[in-house]
């Protein structure tokens, strides 16, 4: 089976196709990892994007369910040098081709990824169109020009109710905006009640279900595209610990104050160096965003830059001065990639404890009870809906 890739400037290239047949616009941008392809297609930040691997040989190690890190991939296209239709792995359980087949995504091989990578780096990222049609040159031009991108990702990737992980320790609320399992998991393993909401929680919400600390994740597109996420977080800035990864570090800038932008082409790989300002030490980071925050823009705000990107300088985290609150650009999670960065989850949960050492505590049961009141009130909710929401704060 053919396929087409088709960049907006004009550029076309011609290869294999594999997985799902049809029709794809996106985004089409570049991973620079040696391994992790599964972790990749399933990480919901690629929603809406078209994904090239600069590494050459792709599927060589099989599927497993086990590395998925969201329930389906979100990527509109996956672009590869080398796709192995047979894997070797004893963990693997089906192939690349049949896993793009079940989620209708189209995959294209045997063309020139490292051509494409070097375009994408000199004009930047573009709208591009993957497709196993045999329409003309011109039509599908017509039909790409004509398309737009999505700017709902958020929306579409982010759990759609509230659910809980129970644990012995600190509650962590998860608003998720497209969050990864491995943040999850490294949650988990440190034993924190985990309840993860939608994105579009509010703060009164929030407040309800009584947490010890807020945990804003990663997610896709243009920060400026969940300007409600915005508020909320500016609303309960200071009421308790927060902190912000990758999207989620974005929000938490916009809602300081300080403004974001796109990047020429962004930062997508596992191979990423970022300096720790405070310790003077380079850590190697796992990231995927197009956005950053502007460098100008922290000045006037009440923000610290504690990390910066070794290879363009860009602001890789952010603190609060006045306030328990923190964030960073990168995955401190890894999957794929490093995880050097993974002591952020303990510095997370020991801001959490001293937070609470600080002020005066009420038990738990009245803290929630007094919370969820202040948030019934500041809302105004009231009925099944918010009796909902209080039983499941009380569990």
Known sequence: MQARLLLEDGTLFTGKGFGSEGDSVGEVVFNTGMTGYQEVLSDPSYCGQIVTMTYPLIGNYGMARDDFE???????GFVVREHEVVPSNWRAEYSLDSLLKEYGIIGISDIDTRMLTRRIRHHGVMKAMLTTSTKSVA??????????????????????????IPGPKERVVLVDFGSKSGILRDLVKRDCDVVVVPHDTTAEQIRRLG???IL????PGDPKDVPH?????????GEFPIFGICLGHQ???LACGADTDKLKFGHRGGNHPVK???SNRCYITSQNHGYTVKDESVANTELEVTHINNNDGTIEGLKHTKYPAFSVQYHPEASPGPFDSSYLFDDFIQQIRQFKADRPQLPRQAQISAASKLGLQAAGASGPAAKGELDYAKK
Request: no cysteine; glycine share 6%; proline share 4%.
């Open 70 to 76: 969201s329930i389906r991939p979100f990527i509109h």
């Open 139 to 164: 039509e599908l031009m017509e039909q790409l020009t004509g398309s737009s991108l999505m700017n709902d990702q958020v929306s579409r990737v982010s759990t759609k109710s509230v659910f809980s």
């Open 211 to 213: 947490p010890d600390g």
């Open 216 to 219: 804003l994740s990663n997610g």
């Open 229 to 237: 996420a915005v508020s909320m977080i500016a609303d309960l800035l």
């Open 251 to 253: 929000l938490f800038a």
């Open 276 to 278: 720790d300002l405070q």
